[in-house]
């Protein structure tokens, strides 16, 4: 399986922000912002961006004295065998958070061995996940996760996918011409947020966007009821702009 060309690197913010990190984790005693500034080549606007970020997210901490040190986030992502223990926490912090900002279900999957994978989802009562009325390994083509996963393959990866799972009717609004899938696939921005408006289940609207890690193929998605589709756009920007922290978690 190949990544197309444009997936084949994290988020240009995450390749930044892994380089503030480093520089951070250089000074033990703290670096200032314009230590940083001139040792990233990072301008000032971006990198005071990345180190709020950062610092919203425990990787890194502002001290009392405006120098900026490793933060505590980072440290344990860093320990050895509490790391996965550690990611998977956060990640469910990171996604129970998303879920309250967005107001809507939300999902990390990732794309391995030729299969979708759902590694974790935030729900709750108010914000239900999506009735899987038909397996979504079996069902990428109608879904958005399944087209974000698949818009990040090459076209021999698609193929390889479509040659073993049908494109089969779901509703109405289902794409099965595998031909008319593949076009919408190579048309579809990597930088734009994907749509599922009542491809896989009448009454659902689902929205994804890529998360990248290394080669890996993976995205963060939501779901919607359908009379709430008013508010996806706006919820899938949302989405698209918390990305960056969660392909950091995975990228550490």
Same mark, same amino acid.
């Given at each position: 399986?190949?990544?197309?060309?444009?997936?084949?690197?994290?988020?240009?913010?995450?390749?930044?922000?892994?380089?503030?990190?480093?520089?951070?984790?250089?000074?033990?005693?703290?670096?200032?912002?314009?230590?940083?500034?001139?040792?990233?080549?990072?301008?000032?606007?971006? +990198? @005071?961006? &990345?180190?709020?970020?950062?610092?919203?997210?425990? !990787?890194?901490? $502002?001290?009392? %004295? /405006?120098?900026?040190? *490793?933060?505590?986030?980072?440290?344990?992502?860093?320990?050895?065998?509490?790391?996965?223990?550690?990611?998977?926490?956060?990640?469910?912090?990171? +996604? @129970?958070? &998303?879920?309250?900002?967005?107001?809507?279900?939300? !999902?990390?999957? $990732?794309?391995? %061995? /030729?299969?979708?994978? *759902?590694?974790?989802?935030?729900?709750?009562?108010?914000?239900?996940?999506?009735?899987?009325?038909?397996?979504?390994?079996?069902?990428?083509?109608?879904? @958005?996760?399944?087209?974000?996963?698949?818009?990040?393959?090459?076209?021999?990866? $698609?193929?390889?996918?479509?040659?073993?799972?049908?494109?089969?009717?779901?509703?109405?609004?289902?794409?099965?011409?595998?031909?008319?899938?593949?076009?919408?696939?190579?048309?579809?921005?990597?930088?734009?947020?994907?749509?599922?408006?009542?491809?896989?289940?009448?009454?659902?609207?689902?929205?994804?966007?890529?998360?990248?890690?290394?080669?890996?193929?993976?995205?963060?998605?939501?779901?919607?009821?359908?009379?709430?589709?008013?508010?996806?756009?706006?919820?899938?920007?949302?989405?698209?702009?918390?990305?960056?922290?969660?392909?950091?978690?995975?990228?550490?």
């Amino acid at each position: 399986m190949a990544l197309k060309p444009e997936h084949t690197a994290p988020f240009h913010s995450v390749r930044y922000a892994l380089r503030v990190l480093e520089a951070i984790a250089g000074h033990r005693d703290g670096v200032t912002e314009a230590g940083l500034s001139q040792e990233t080549g990072l301008p000032p606007g971006l +990198l @005071a961006h &990345l180190l709020s970020m950062l610092c919203r997210e425990n !990787y890194a901490e $502002r001290l009392s %004295d /405006g120098t900026y040190v *490793v933060g505590e986030s980072l440290v344990l992502l860093g320990s050895g065998g509490d790391r996965e223990r550690a990611l998977d926490e956060r990640l469910r912090r990171t +996604l @129970a958070d &998303l879920r309250d900002t967005v107001g809507a279900a939300v !999902y990390l999957s $990732r794309y391995k %061995d /030729g299969e979708l994978e *759902v590694t974790s989802f935030a729900d709750s009562p108010m914000t239900p996940a999506v009735n899987e009325w038909v397996d979504f390994r079996s069902a990428l083509h109608a879904t @958005a996760i399944g087209k974000c996963l698949l818009g990040q393959l090459d076209h021999d990866g $698609r193929k390889d996918h479509l040659s073993r799972h049908r494109t089969a009717r779901l509703t109405s609004r289902t794409i099965t011409d595998e031909r008319l899938l593949l076009n919408t696939l190579d048309r579809q921005p990597p930088t734009v947020p994907v749509l599922d408006l009542q491809e896989y289940a009448v009454g659902t609207v689902c929205a994804a966007v890529p998360v990248t890690a290394g080669s890996s193929v993976g995205c963060l998605a939501l779901s919607l009821p359908v009379e709430n589709a008013h508010r996806l756009r706006r919820a899938a920007e949302t989405l698209s702009r918390r990305a960056a922290p969660v392909m950091l978690s995975l990228a550490i």
